[in-house]
């Protein structure tokens, strides 16, 4: 999914926007924890009408976050601060935030349903979480792995 090449989010963002106006960003972002470290994969997605996507990412390797609620707000964190960066410094609009909980109570993550997505409204973007089709957290989480 990666030739491994490094790019400046702004400045790529916007290329891709000038060469595609219609095409359309999803944030999202998937953590997995290992026996010492905790990887995070923030990934923004292009999605072209009926052709396709496009991924970029960022790959963080950090302490591991036991705490399940600490590890997960910290995926709403990175998501909420891309598309924030992308919304002030710009001038991009984000279609959709995917947040990679679920809605079903029986999940653990469901705990974070509320939150987090009371969080990215509250800040005008449009949020949303399992069972729903979320491209970026999908990739995020290939990546991840």
Avoid at 51 to 70: L, P
Avoid at 92 to 106: H, L, R, W
Wanted: charged share 20%; proline share 3%; net charge negative.
């Amino acid at each position: 999914m990666s030739d491994g090449s490094k790019v400046l989010l702004d400045e790529y963002v916007l290329q891709i926007q000038k060469k595609n106006p219609d095409v359309d960003l999803y944030i999202g972002c998937d953590s997995q924890n290992y026996s010492r470290h905790t990887v995070y994969v923030t990934t923004v997605l292009f999605r072209f009408a009926n052709n396709g996507a496009h991924v970029i990412y960022v790959k963080e390797n950090v302490s591991r976050i036991s705490d399940m609620w600490n590890r997960l707000w910290a995926e709403t964190e990175r998501s909420v601060d891309i598309a924030l960066y992308l919304k002030e410094n710009c001038g991009v609009e984000v279609k959709q935030i995917d947040m990679d909980y679920n809605s079903d109570p029986a999940y653990p993550s469901n705990k974070l349903v509320s939150p987090a997505m009371g969080y990215a409204e509250s800040l005008g973007f449009i949020a949303r979480c399992k069972p729903g089709l979320l491209m970026a957290t999908w990739a995020a989480n290939s990546l991840c792995h």
